[in-house]
T-cell receptor
Framework: ETGVTQSPTHLIKTRGQQVTLRCSSQSGHNTVSWYQQALGQGPQFIFQYYREEENGRGNFPPRFSGLQFPNYSSELNVNALELDDSALYLC?????FGQGNEQYFGPGTRLTVT | KQEVTQIPAALSVPEGENLVLNCSFT??????LQWFRQDPGKGLTSLLL?????REQTSGRLNASLDKSSGRSTLYIAASQPGDSATYLC??????????FGTGTSLTVIP
């Protein structure tokens, strides 16, 4: 059984650019959630995808968008990057409404916006 | 909106001590609660999941309890070890999808 993987590990972008982060869910999981974690804070929910459809969204602007693919992997896209977007981006997979919806997290992608 | 608070923000204890981390939440209509561990700059490792119908869960030296009516959970760590040093995060979900996190308790276990 493979765990949740994310790529890239680190990324440096310039303000105004666009970025795509990738996540492969744990084997057998059909739900992927994305979180943003600023330094010293707890993770903040961005959105969740279930069977390729958005299934809940947190308080993030539309320039944060996502996709889920038939193999349940997922992408997070952020347009028009701002300095405040610098954070650790975490992906979590789960089996929707099974096993209590326990979330399993990947190692994260550290995004720095300059 | 669900608000999650963790107290204390930081804790330093000598090796071998038993300790309790606290988590409180404002909306008691939760679906489940999950405790995580996070090492500096790393992702989150799931420790224990408590579903809304459960009162506690145990794994090795860890025991988590849940009191929905009072909006509280505790994580008990027995016989602490230096390897337990990390930030511990509590997260609750009202619907089964969106999780609300506290800001964590930073634990240091001194050898």
């Amino acid at each position: 059984e493979t765990g949740v993987t994310q790529s890239p590990t680190h990324l440096i972008k310039t303000r105004g650019q666009q970025v795509t982060l990738r996540c492969s869910s744990q084997s057998g999981h059909n739900t992927v959630s994305w979180y943003q974690q600023a330094l010293g804070q707890g993770p903040q929910f961005i959105f969740q995808y279930y069977r390729e459809e958005e299934n809940g969204r947190g308080n993030f602007p539309p320039r944060f968008s996502g996709l889920q693919f038939p193999n349940y992997s997922s992408e997070l896209n952020v347009n028009a990057l701002e300095l405040d977007d610098s954070a650790l981006y975490l992906c979590a997979s789960s089996l929707a409404f099974g096993q209590g919806n326990e979330q399993y997290f990947g190692p994260g992608t550290r995004l720095t916006v300059t | 909106k669900q608000e999650v608070t963790q107290i204390p923000a930081a804790l330093s204890v000598p090796e071998g001590e038993n300790l309790v981390l606290n988590c409180s939440f404002t909306d008691s209509a939760i679906y489940n609660l999950q405790w995580f561990r996070q090492d500096p700059g790393k992702g989150l490792t799931s420790l224990l999941l408590i579903q809304s119908s459960q009162r506690e869960q145990t794994s090795g030296r860890l025991n988590a309890s849940l009191d929905k009516s009072s909006g509280r959970s505790t994580l008990y760590i027995a016989a602490s070890q230096p390897g337990d040093s990390a930030t511990y995060l509590c997260a609750v979900s009202n619907t089964g999808n969106q999780f609300y996190f506290g800001t964590g308790t930073s634990l240091t276990v001194i050898p």
